[in-house]
Each structure stands twice: as structure tokens, then as C-alpha cells.
């Protein structure tokens, strides 16, 4: 099985104002380049007070956590509409646990995330916070898509609730980042 290219460029969102996010975002780092990948750039959390020339509407469910990593998120999204290669977005403190395969190239979006088991129940669910690969093109229509509507979730539930609605329900399969 082929995998991704190495020199797919990889943004890491992390919070410059907190030690333990800065180690894992190192740690992200580390396991990245363990699979070849070096083409990493960082987005810190956004500033709620700064004009990025577009003005999310936001939910009163979303605290000013949440806020400031939309921004980050959304800056992302508007950075990489000028590229001509799709680039993966992740978040500080999650690792790849196997190699990407070449066969995400073949969507627009893909999700990555992992499966958690619950002890209890037994009942797998799967945690999609770790990120997501995504094409320019459809970059440029996500950033329109969530600056049109009210963001009432965290980023990974809008992710999820965008990729069923674009595929008509269809399940991601890729879980290959685990959260360190």
C-alpha cells in the first residue's frame, strides 16, 4: 500500500500561553517526523479581539476556548486556499499510530481521528478531534460554509455534521491518530 506523500504540509493548532499544550504540541511534532513527515507549520490559538477581516457568528454554548481555536481553525482555512496540494489539520497532543495511505487523496475531505471502546459498555465510538485532510477547493468552500452559518459546537462536531451532510451520511474510516 502506498502512503501519502511525505512533504504534505501539516498544521498543528496549539495554545502558545500553556506549557503542557506547548509539549504536546512537540510531542505531535516528534510522531510526525517519525513517519517522515516534516513539512509542519504551527497556527496558535486565534484572538477573539483582532480583526482577521471575517467575524464568525458564534453560539452561546461556545466559551472563549472553543472561540479561540475557531479562529486558529478558520485562519487555517483561508491560508490554504492558495496551495495546490491538500494539507492536514491536526491539534497539539495527537499522534499518528500508523502511516496515512495514499487513498485519502481520492476525497475532498477526510476525517482522521480514533476509535475509543468504552470499558463499560463495550461500545465503540469514535473521537474525530485529531483532525482532518482537506483540498484547497474544499477548504475555500468549508471557510465560506461555517462564516454563513451559527457555530454551535465544537470544531470536530461541525467537522462531522459538514462531512455527512457533503457525502449523504457516509462513515470515515480513517483512525489513525490517537490523542497523546
Known amino acids: 500500500m502506498k502512503n501519502l506523500d511525505k512533504d504534505t504540509m501539516i498544521f ?3 495554545n502558545p500561553k500553556n506549557m503542557l499544550n506547548m509539549k504536546r504540541r512537540n510531542s505531535t511534532v516528534e510522531n510526525l517526523n517519525s513517519w517522515g513527515y516534516t513539512n509542519i507549520r504551527f497556527q496558535p490559538y ?3 479581539d483582532e480583526d482577521y477581516g471575517y467575524k464568525p457568528v458564534f453560539g452561546d454554548e461556545v466559551g472563549e476556548m472553543e472561540r479561540v481555536k475557531w479562529y486558529a481553525y478558520l ?8 496551495e495546490d496540494k491538500p494539507v492536514i489539520i491536526t491539534f497539539a497532543g495527537n499522534e499518528l499510530v500508523s502511516d496515512i495511505p495514499q487513498s ?7 476525517i482522521l481521528g480514533y476509535t475509543l471502546v468504552d470499558s463499560s459498555t463495550k461500545e465503540k465510538r469514535s473521537n474525530t478531534n485529531s483532525g482532518v485532510f482537506i483540498t484547497p477547493s474544499r477548504a475555500i468552500d468549508l471557510f465560506k460554509h461555517l462564516l454563513n452559518k ?15 451532510d457533503l457525502y449523504s451520511g457516509k462513515e470515515y474510516n480513517y483512525f489513525l491518530m490517537k490523542n497523546a
Do not use: C, D, Q, W
Request: no cysteine; aromatic share 8%.
Open 75 to 82: 485562519n487555517i482555512l483561508r491560508k490554504i486556499r492558495k
Open 150 to 164: 451559527r457555530l454551535n459546537r465544537p470544531i470536530h462536531g461541525e467537522m462531522i455534521a459538514y462531512y455527512r
Open 12 to 14: 498543528v493548532i496549539f
Open 46 to 48: 486565534g484572538k477573539t
Open 104 to 110: 485519502i487523496t481520492e476525497s475532498e475531505i477526510e
